[in-house]
Nanobody, 127 residues
């Protein structure tokens, strides 16, 4: 059964950086666009970043543009989210997901295009 596993979360001071990783078992990620979502307490899950299947094109939510960067290493079946200049409002559980309904897709910020999510990793930004 396909499974995504995120890692790299933790507690960081405002202004700091973290890098999240997402690896997969049972699914080859290189065929799919990938996305990063987050959900803060009391808020709906939102997508923050997406990357196409080859890693040559990305898209970001306005709230993280210029601060977050996603990349991938298909040889390692892994996707990354580099988060810089973290703010208190970035505190959330972060999830990776595959846009598995279509092969070799472009980056997409449309949540309905994602079919598989990981269990999430907590990111806490402190003052």
């Amino acid at each position: 059964q396909a499974q995504l596993v995120e890692s790299g979360g933790g507690v960081v001071q405002a202004g700091g950086s973290l890098r999240l990783s997402c690896t997969a078992t049972g699914r080859i990620l290189s065929s799919y666009a990938m996305g990063w979502f987050r959900q803060a307490p009391g808020k709906e899950r939102e997508i923050v970043a997406s990357i196409n299947w080859s890693g040559t094109n990305t898209d970001y939510a306005d709230s993280v543009k210029g601060r977050f960067f996603t990349s991938r290493d298909n040889a390692k079946n892994t996707v990354y989210l580099q988060m810089n200049a973290l703010k208190l409002e970035d505190t959330a559980v972060y999830y990776c997901a595959t846009a598995g309904f279509s092969d070799y897709g472009d980056p997409t910020l449309v949540p309905d295009e994602y079919d598989l999510w990981g269990q999430g990793t907590q990111v806490t930004v402190s003052s």
